[in-house]
């Protein structure tokens, strides 16, 4: 289920966002981006809908995927 993310408190979506950049350790990059510039980056594609929150009632779980794989993903649950 796609949640808007503007109805997510700021502090939620901020540990939201820093947790889905740090994930795994997802930073492959040339550079060493900070923080703070990535979680901006982030919070432009939220609000661009690209990036969309996703809670899994199923795992009670809340995560971002790009808004293609959301929508896949709620169409395979309603089928």
Do not use: C, H, N, W
Not at 53 to 70: G, H, K, M, N, Q
């Amino acid at each position: 289920m796609i949640v808007p993310y503007d109805q997510i408190s700021e502090d939620a979506l901020q540990g939201l966002i820093e947790e889905f950049i740090t994930r795994d350790g997802t930073d492959y990059g040339f550079e060493e981006v900070p923080l703070s510039i990535k979680v901006e980056q982030v919070k432009l594609l939220l609000k661009r809908r690209e990036v969309v929150v996703v809670f899994d009632p199923a795992y009670e779980s809340v995560t971002l995927l790009p808004r293609r794989d959301a929508e896949l993903l709620e169409q395979g649950a309603s089928s």
